[in-house]
């Protein structure tokens, strides 16, 4: 079974930095993608970041210039750097990654990210 634990969530004030990581255990096949969702109070769950095995990015349009997605494949952990935050970037933050051939998804625990006013 593959276990995703994340970590790095917490309180910052807007203009502040935090850094996710999700950290990957158990069997895992070949990772086709990692990835980063947030579900805020009253809105819906959205694809923040995503990174396949060879490098390649995307990243929700409000958050561009601002997170950077990136992964340590030695340490099976995928991060999310945050920069600017904002108060709308509130949410709890999932990381997924999907694996093997039938694209299995495995979800994270989620971790609460808060930005002050």
């Known amino acids: 079974q593959v276990q995703l634990v994340e970590s790095g969530g917490g309180l910052v004030q807007a203009g502040g930095s935090l850094r996710l990581s999700c950290a990957a255990s158990?069997?895992?096949?070949?990772?086709?993608?990692m990835g980063w969702y947030r579900q805020a109070p009253g809105k819906q769950h959205e694809l923040v970041a995503s990174?396949?095995?060879?490098?390649?990015?995307n990243y929700l349009d409000s958050v561009k210039g601002r997170f950077t997605i990136f992964r340590d494949n030695a340490k099976n952990t995928l991060y999310l750097q945050m920069s600017s935050l904002k108060p709308e970037d509130t949410a709890v933050y999932y990381c997924?990654?999907?694996?093997?051939?039938?694209?299995?998804?495995?979800w994270g625990q989620g971790t609460q990210v808060t930005v002050s006013s």
């Open positions: 997924k990654i999907w694996v093997g051939l039938h694209n299995s998804e495995y």
């Open positions: 990174i396949s095995t060879e490098g390649s990015t």
């Open positions: 158990g069997s895992i096949p070949r990772i086709n993608v």
